[in-house]
């Protein structure tokens, strides 16, 4: 690997004399692509630089929970540098020739700030940040909710990019054609009728449309384990993989969502502005509800249980054997409950 | 509970996951053994369990007629030995026995097509819900009452620990 890396680096630096690749390694986490670390010692004429990296790759083809293009999210990654002062990584490229890494992969910086953020939270060693550091993070969140879509996406493919209908064009087209994805969606991981309650979901989701709200460049994957920290600050929001054109509150939801999946507390911080959706709303001024964070949180849930649940769908199938789809059963029960809650389930409270 | 996948694809899958994620990453020849034996216990325990229920049954009912034949076969035997074997008769012996436990793939089919029976209701109850049948509400209620607790029960059986795994 080190060899196709300092290739791909020559094309990015064409003015370096020579690159040495060290420390490479496995990250562990992150269930959607196969990343690694590693340094390049890059030395030009007049001078030798350490750079930090991280190369994300995708899965084997019939492993992938989410079909999304590298290109997508390098070309996203760099618009949001570009065009805001949302703290991203700088993306160097991509390789979207299989035979390079073995499969599609991009480079991207690495960057500084602690990414363990379970130390923000029960007791962690970092506990004392945590409000400066959710504060600066819903002030990220306003700041993307409120970029540009035109400049972001001059390219429109952050509409669609999984190409599976979803219209734009309007409010009621998101979602009207977002419901007929997941319906259309549900026989590819219905792999038991314990599945019920993503399909009731969907339709409850499609019988309750709330207010419509203005399309916004929405991170698509918003949860306590996509973003770094230092002294107080986001330092970077990572994992673009699911960005694209949607409603504001779906990051909301899905945050509520991960909150409970990950034994974290993100959405009761800052507590002196009466927590996140609070100082969103303050931010905003779109008072965004509770009952509609609810409602994002069951749409939200729905937007990624549909790849994951047909991931598992097809592990279950035999289609592969990777262990993760497997387990992803176990820890994606943890939300069930709070489903069934909004739903309304008689006897779940 | 789900059936899909069964506890037998999930032993299945640990072994997979042993030999394609583990063992080709251990330079430790004891850690290498370890990880062998893991998967021969593994193995060992998708064949007991499907087996495990009727053969505790079928040893039960074969122990106490045992306990009632050995003590036919010593006839007038006397002595404190020959009159425990008997007291054994007498009293475990005498035990019931117990039924056979129900065909678990047959259970399995039946309960399967019960829960897509539901989801089917599901559909169609969303049917009469958006023509404006408030009745359809109450009914699907109903189903919501059946899976609920459920659910419920599910997760709490099944989730290990807080938090997912490999989550910051």
Known sequence: MEDKLIEFLLGTFPDAEEIFIEEVAPIPGGFSRETYRFDARVRWADREELLPFILRKDPPKEAAILNTSRAIEHDLIEAIRLHTTVPVSRSYGYEMDPG????????????????????????GPDEHQVDDVVRHLCEVLVELH????????????????????????????????????????YPSMDYDPGVAIMLDSFLTLRRQKPRPMRLSLVHGDFNPANFLYANGRVTALIDWENSRIGDPREDLGWMTTMDILSNTSVMSHPRDE??????????????????????????????????????????????????????LIQASSATIPNLARMLNYPGVS | MNTTPSIDDLLEGLIFAISDDIIPSLGDAKAYATAAMMQSVLQEIRQLLPVFDAYLVDEHNGMTRTLRDAAAALGDASGEAADHVRERASTLGQWSDLPAPPDREATTAAHRALGEALVATMLDLDVLQRAGDTRADAALDVVRGHFGPRYLRDVATVLVGAGMLGRG
């Not at chain 1, 390079?100 to 007791?123: C, K, Q, W, Y």
């Not at chain 1, 990019?161 to 319906?183: A, C, E, H, K, Q």
Request: aromatic share 12%; proline share 3%; no cysteine.
């Open chain 1, 100 to 123: 390079v890494f073995g499969e599609p992969a991009m480079v991207i910086a690495r960057m500084h700030g602690n990414g363990s953020t379970s130390d923000l939270f029960n007791g």
């Open chain 1, 274 to 327: 009466g927590g996140f959706l609070a100082y969103y709303n303050k931010l905003t001024g779109l008072d965004i509800t509770a009952e509609e964070v609810d409602y994002f949180t069951l749409f939200g849930t729905a937007n990624i249980a549909v790849p994951v649940q047909a991931a598992i769908a097809r592990r279950v199938a035999g289609e592969h054997r990777q262990f993760l789809h497997l387990y």
């Open chain 1, 146 to 185: 409120s970029a540009d879509i035109s400049k972001i996406d001059a390219a429109g493919v952050l509409g669609d990019p999984r190409n599976v209908g979803i219209d734009t064009s309007s409010w009621d087209r998101y979602m009207d054609s977002t419901f007929d994805y997941y319906l259309d969606s």
